[in-house]
DNA sequence: CCTTGACCTTCCAGTGACTGGAAGCCTTAT
DNA sequence: ATAAGGCTTCCAGTCACTGGAAGGTCAAGG
């Protein structure tokens, strides 16, 4: 299967197949003509990376984890590990956003947002620290 | 006032202040000897600029919002509008992260995590396609 | 006066995970 | 034969810094 299709079947734009082969996530095979070759194998771990992907893990997560996945002898230990690490991380980036938000959202509500020069969002960001 | 000096009063690292320099966010004065000399309204900036981020803007709301602190005539209306919009990007990536949470969470809760190499998190992230 | 150490300067390269684009080869259909 | 489309590689750019090298400046101590 060429790359387009692997594209196609994985979700995956077909720049970021090559960046993955670049980087040694994938070992697709090689046609006579020198086109990227995708049998099951690989397009399965395509589907993979992008599943991994989209729950935000790292590459080098993902790198870890196809491993894991590859081996019949892993132990599960080792992926729950990395997944609550992962988990871990998006508590906190959750925690600063809302942070922000609430920050944020207040400021904004505070603002009349007319074309008078009186705004408590500018008075918020460079006024003296707020308890 | 001396880089490192500014950056202890601003917060910021003084790597960073050189860097809004060279994007020209701030534009401090020179001592003779070539040495930037912060004032306070450059401070002011820095402090300015600190806040912002911490709240999540890009460098170029930044730059729109400084633009906009520094503008006797603004409207606050056009303020208003650059923190709705990011605003609405906090909320979005807030979303996005937690329905990666969601399905994280569901999966790692689902693993037992001892040294058997039965894994549902792999499983999930490998597998067919789930509902 | 000299040295030491702490500053300061500029410039270059690297981060993460792609993404865009150029230049050129291959394939398929007309 | 040619045109369109797909494939290849390689280089550069994204964002907001961050690290480090090479070298100039300054204040204190001997």
């Not at 008075?123 to 308890?131: M, N, S, W, Y």
Request: with cysteine.
């Amino acid at each position: 299967m060429n790359i387009s299709d692997a594209a196609d079947r994985s979700g995956l734009p077909a720049k970021t197949i090559r960046y993955y082969e670049d980087i040694g996530l994938v070992r697709p095979a090689r046609s006579e003509n020198g086109y990227r070759d995708f049998g099951e194998t690989e397009l399965h771990k395509l589907v993979f990376l992008g599943r991994a992907r989209a729950l935000g893990f790292t590459i080098e997560d993902c790198r870890a984890l196809l491993a894991l996945y590859e081996d019949d002898d892993r132990a599960s230990g080792d992926v729950k590990r990395i997944a609550e690490g992962h988990l871990d991380q998006i508590n906190q980036k959750i925690a600063d956003l809302e942070a922000m938000r609430a920050t944020l959202s207040h400021l904004v509500a505070c603002c009349h947002g007319d074309d008078r020069p009186d705004c408590p969002i500018l008075e918020g960001l460079g006024g003296p620290a707020q308890a």
